[in-house]
């Protein structure tokens, strides 16, 4: 007799392709969400610390709001204040001063030291660290070590004195005092910059240098027809950072020239007409808000303007 059992064949295959039909759906489904767990808290971090104060500011420049008093809503009456407001324009002066003279410098003299430094010679090592060596060390230390030594007791005065110059005011001249802090900057940026000079010079071909000499170039139009177009790229990267760090400046003329920004406050920045402005129990966040809406502003032109030249210069 023949067997009449039947396999149950399709109520097994059914689950089964089902199962498999799931499959690509679900390492889709994981391929989307994967990379977005993995960069939540990263995002997390961004939005907590950057975007949220960010469009906070936005909204409190529109508003009188105070320390620990809710603002209403005053349109642009705080950015109409800032056109009449005498220590605006000081701030904007100086902060602008500030990019003109620090900037050029620290486009040009970290080239001029990272060239330097590339030589391998015995020693050389020493150097690099020792250039290196302000980048690293707090900015506070710094800008002290700096007012100790241009102080009128300080080092720089006690030299000049025992050369016969007479003393100078550094601390207490408007100009001079300015001139300081930029000088502080650009000793201190120098071996920041320094480093990424040095790694776009590893990445020009030793034969361009080799061409240039035999066709009888001596070091400065080297420097000028094979150097310079070489990292002029890597030259555009370093005035788009130190622009935008010299019109935030806050620290170095702080340390240096205190919380009234110098004599009669001649000396303030932006950055620290925020600071004035918006800290203490009657801060006026508000008008605080609007100045840091300026100097984004600004920064964001200041970036425009030097990717706008580094274009003109591709043409």
């Known amino acids: 007799m ?8 399709p109520a097994t295959t059914r ?24 960069a939540a808290p990263g995002l997390a971090v961004v939005g907590v610390f950057i975007l949220y104060p960010f469009v906070s500011t936005i909204i409190n420049s529109f508003t009188d709001k105070r320390q620990l008093v809710e603002g209403k809503y005053v349109g642009l ?6 056109l009449h407001d005498d220590m605006f324009w000081i701030g904007l002066r100086n902060s602008t001063l500030y990019v003109l003279v620090v900037v050029p410098a620290l486009v040009v003299l970290p080239l001029l030291l990272a060239l330097l430094v590339q030589k391998q010679i015995p020693g050389i090592t020493f150097f690099r660290s020792a250039f290196y ?28 004195e ?21 000088a502080v900057t650009v000793w201190k940026g120098l071996g920041y910059y320094m480093i990424i000079y040095l790694a776009a010079l590893a990445n020009v071909p030793r034969e361009l240098h ?13 420097f000028l027809s094979v ?15 130190s622009s935008v760090a010299a019109f935030k400046v806050f620290s170095e003329v702080y340390l240096m020239a205190g919380p009234t920004g110098g004599p009669a406050g001649e000396d303030t920045t932006l950055v620290m007409l925020v600071q004035r402005t918006g800290t203490g129990l009657t801060g006026r966040v508000g008008y605080a808000s609007a100045i840091s809406v300026v100097i984004f ?15 003109k210069e591709d043409k």
């Open 2 to 9: 023949k067997s009449t059992a039947a396999a149950p064949a």
């Open 162 to 182: 025992a050369v016969g110059a007479g003393k100078v005011g550094f601390l207490s001249d408007q100009w001079l005092l300015l001139f300081s802090a930029m």
């Open 210 to 222: 080799e061409a240039a000499a035999v066709d009888g170039a001596g070091p400065v139009r080297r």
């Open 297 to 311: 502003v600004v920064t964001v032109a200041l970036m425009l303007l030097v990717l706008r030249a580094d274009r």
């Open 227 to 241: 150097t310079v177009p070489a990292v002029r790229s890597t030259m555009v990267l370093v005035a788009a950072l």
């Open 133 to 160: 060596t302000p980048v690293v060390a707090s900015i506070v230390v710094v800008g002290l070590i700096w007012v100790w030594m241009l102080d009128e007791r300080g080092l720089v005065n006690a030299v000049l």
């Open 15 to 38: 689950p089964a392709r089902a199962s498999k039909a799931a499959a690509p759906r679900r390492i889709r489904r994981q391929l989307v969400t994967s990379p977005w767990l993995f």
């Open 77 to 82: 009456a705080n950015f109409r204040e800032l």
